[in-house]
């Protein structure tokens, strides 16, 4: 791996986390502001924005990329510029399209949502709130291909810097424009929500700033280039973009499949909960669902893929040369790390559900009881995510789409009766189920298309379990001695028990892990020679 793509994915990596992380952060004061119920209506305009914004541009930076590096490589560089002159006019004609499209299936989408009147939200509010933030669609297209032609030429720094300039704008405007909303102009909160949603198109406008300032820096070398290249390769417009879609439309299921499953949520919550009686809660139940609760449990997925993505290439290359040992080391350390970095996650927010839940927005039993049942289920989209790039990378594209599809059916038929039986539970184990049928046939289709056996790694799993075991017994002690002074009242205290627990967990896991030479396995030699000074 050249020093120039390790440089880069490090930027990219820094950059995804940082953004992401402000984008958790920014809840705790937003949520202050608007309230409890207001913020309803905030995740009813984003699950059918990303959809929208998922179809749009997903895997775009990608495929430009590759498209713009794989000419480049040769040095033609003018194809790459002949697929930036005519990509600008195609993503600027997808943005206005999805954008039409999200505008006005707007009030038709909240009509799917409200199914009662004893719901908070009229139908007008809903809609009103979808059409605000599709105006961002009309620019990410455009900053999406920019990214991606910049990416072709190693450029990653711009990617970064825009997402993080990009999200610290949006941020801004969402937290100023709520609050002077509501405490100077005296709005209602869920005016406020409005602005705040209109906040992606502000942002989006930022990323592109951010964008031009470094496409002027780098054109006096992209025109050097450019004059030294022969003439731009014979390829037609409609072969360039067939093979940019054979690159695109793999990701876009993989990046739409999260949303499209909150989206169904959406659409059926509310008619189930109707049903048994609990139209008055639906609204809240559902944003503690699929906006307040998992952004919590996303935490530890974004974390785990973070780290075990960086091997998906190494597969790929390995599979290219039926490297069968090389297969199987990837296989093993990508399943490996996914687990030893998820599971313990995932304990300490079961464990510290109401902690946690107190911390980021207030005292709730049912936010924190739905946090502790939905952060299992973090295991399976992390599962989901590396086990379908690994198919990507053995060119297993038509798999994707089946297993993908299937689950997604499997929530759609499953979520209305088992919201009857179990409430929120009910959709949370209609994902669970969904997502296990998807990842256990991503697994099945691995193992027999690479010939991939590991006894080593079941015996491994088992002792990432016994570890995390008992991790857990001294993370619950932990608690129990802090509760014997008063249960945590406030969000200082909620904090305190959090990193004193955090702290105790880490320790251990980390400790015995390294103790019995797990950790060192699993991330090389330099963690080895380190820990090896300290006598484990």
């Known amino acids: 791996m050249s020093s120039n793509l390790v440089k880069g994915t ?44 998922s179809l749009a541009i997903s895997g775009a930076p990608l495929a430009f990329s590759k498209y713009t590096a794989k000419y480049n490589a ?10 930036m002159k005519s990509g600008l006019l195609a993503m600027a004609l997808t943005g206005i399209v999805s954008f039409l499209v999200l505008y006005f299936m707007a009030e038709p989408i909240a009509h799917m949502v409200r199914k009662d009147d004893e719901q908070i939200f009229t139908i007008e509010e809903i809609a009103s709130v979808i059409r605000w933030v599709s105006f961002a669609l009309i620019v990410v297209p455009i900053m999406s291909l920019v990214r991606g032609f910049l990416q072709g030429y190693q450029k990653f720094e711009p990617t970064s810097v825009s997402q993080l300039v990009e999200q610290i704008v949006r941020i801004l405007f969402v937290l100023a424009g709520a609050f002077i909303v509501v405490n100077f102009l005296h709005e209602s909160p869920r005016t406020a929500v409005n602005f705040a949603v209109f906040a992606a198109f502000i942002g989006a406008l930022a990323s592109l700033f951010v964008l031009y300032l470094y496409w002027k820096k780098y054109k006096p070398e992209f025109d050097h280039l450019l004059a030294n290249s022969p003439p731009a390769a014979n390829v037609s417009f ?46 809240i139940y559902l944003s503690m669902l699929n906006f307040l609760t998992h952004k919590i449990v996303m935490i530890p997925v974004m974390v785990a893929t973070g780290f075990s993505m960086a091997l998906i290439p190494v597969i790929t290359s390995y599979y290219a040369n039926q490297n069968q040992k090389g297969i199987v080391r990837s296989l093993d350390q990508t399943y490996q790390i996914m687990l030893f970095l998820t599971v313990p996650m995932v304990i300490g927010l079961i464990v510290l559900s109401n902690e946690f839940y107190l911390f980021l927005y207030e005292k ?17 989209f992390g599962l989901y995510t590396v086990t379908a790039s690994i198919l990507q990378g053995i060119d297993r594209h038509k798999w994707i789409v089946f297993t993908s599809l299937l689950g997604l059916l499997l929530k759609l038929a499953l979520n209305i009766p088992l ?22 046939t991503n697994i099945v289709i691995i193992t027999k298309t690479l010939q991939y056996r590991s006894q080593m790694v079941v015996r491994r799993l088992i002792l990432i379990g016994i570890l995390n075991a008992i991790m857990l017994a001294a993370v619950l002690l932990t608690l129990k001695v802090l509760n014997l002074f008063g249960g945590a009242d406030t969000k200082m205290q909620a904090l305190l028990y959090i990193l004193v627990c955090a702290a105790v967990g880490a320790g251990v896991y980390g400790y015995l892990s390294l103790k019995v030479g797990l950790a060192q396995k699993l991330f090389g030699a330099r963690l080895k020679r380190l820990t090896s000074k300290f006598g484990l």
Do not use: C, H, W
């Open 10 to 53: 490090a930027i990219l990596t820094i950059g995804l986390f940082l953004s992401k992380a402000l984008g958790l952060l920014y809840v705790i004061p937003f949520y202050a502001i608007v309230g409890k119920e207001s913020i309803v209506l905030y995740q009813y305009a984003y699950i059918p924005y990303n959809i929208a914004l």
């Open 364 to 380: 709730d039993e049912m936010g924190a009881a739905v946090l502790a049942y939905y952060a299992p289920v973090a295991i399976l």
């Open 238 to 283: 409609r072969n360039m973009y067939k093979e940019l879609f054979a690159y695109i439309f793999p990701f876009i299921l993989v990046g739409v499949i999260n949303p499209l499953y909150q989206f169904v949520d959406m659409v059926t919550f509310n008619e189930a909960m109707v049903s048994i009686g609990l139209a008055k809660v639906s609204d």
């Open 74 to 83: 040769i040095g033609d560089y003018a194809t790459g510029r002949k697929l």
């Open 419 to 440: 919201i009857k039986l179990f409430e929120t539970n009910g959709a949370i184990l209609a994902t669970a189920i969904g997502y296990t049928v998807a990842v256990g």
